[in-house]
Nanobody
Framework: QVQLAESGGGLAQPGESLTLSCAAS?????????????ISWYRQAPGSARELVAR???????DFADSVKGRFTISRDQTKNTAYLQMHNLTTEDTAVYFC??????WGQGTQLIVSS
């Protein structure tokens, strides 16, 4: 069974940068899984629905929510079975729990980001 584990959340100030990581584990089935299925990052702010932030498809093409375009990038490292969400110029509206997800396979448990001065 493939499992995803996010890390890298915490407290940041507006304007700062932070990178979240999503590591896949689960033996042989997790190898190359990001290349096969792609990876998505979602977030859920307090009192709000979970929303798609960014995704990278198996083809390598990427997609971003309008609210993060130009500030966030998404990448994957096949050798490490890890995906990343690089976040720049953070605002208080980026405060949320961030989840990574492989379509039809697994969700991570989430990592919290608080952006506050």
């Amino acid at each position: 069974q493939v499992q995803l584990a996010e890390s890298g959340g915490g407290l940041a100030q507006p304007g700062e940068s932070l990178t979240l990581s999503c590591a896949a584990s689960g033996g042989r089935r997790s190898e190359g899984i990001f290349r096969l299925y792609g990876i998505s990052w979602y977030r859920q702010a307090p009192g709000s629905a979970r929303e798609l932030v960014a995704r990278i498809l198996s083809s390598g093409s990427t997609d971003f929510a309008d609210s993060v375009k130009g500030r966030f990038t998404i990448s994957r490292d096949q050798t490490k079975n890890t995906a990343y969400l690089q976040m720049h110029n953070l605002t208080t509206e980026d405060t949320a729990v961030y989840f990574c997800m492989i379509p039809r396979i697994a969700w991570g448990q989430g990592t919290q980001l608080i952006v506050s001065s």
